[in-house]
Nanobody
Framework: QVRLEESGGGTVQAGGSLRLSCVVS????????MGWLRQAPGKEREEVAQ????????YYLDSVRGRFTISRNSAEEKLYLQMNNLKPEDTAVYYC???????????????????RGRGTQVTVSS
């Protein structure tokens, strides 16, 4: 069992920044792959970014590449998402997710992650 808890969401104006954090607990072993997912109203949940156990970012959604940065501190069991130059279309509930297996090459479907947190709301106003 892996427990994930997100924090750092909020409301910002377009062009602003937020940093999401996720704490991993109750994990017998460090997840092989971790990522951030998001779900906007009326849309499917999608993968935003993923990072390997070694801390290498292995995927970014095209629309966030260059604006978002995922990072991982495996020793402290923490995951981060630095979001800069936020846009109204980034408004969504953001979820921290963990996968026991290692990251594949490329995108993972949201339901291929084994565990997910409860989510934190990010709202970007225009």
């Amino acid at each position: 069992q892996v427990r994930l808890e997100e924090s750092g969401g909020g409301t910002v104006q377009a062009g602003g920044s937020l940093r999401l954090s996720c704490v991993v607990s109750e994990s017998a072993a460090s997840p092989g792959c971790m990522g951030w997912l998001r779900q906007a109203p009326g849309k499917e949940r999608e993968e935003v970014a993923q990072v390997s156990s070694g801390g290498r970012a292995s995927y970014y959604l095209d629309s966030v590449r260059g604006r978002f940065t995922i990072s991982r501190n495996s020793a402290e069991e923490k995951l981060y998402l630095q979001m800069n130059n936020l846009k109204p279309e980034d408004t969504a509930v953001y979820y921290c997710a963990a996968r026991l297996l290692s990251c594949p090459v490329g995108k993972i479907r949201a339901n291929e992650y084994d565990y997910r947190g409860r989510g934190t709301q990010v709202t970007v106003s225009s």
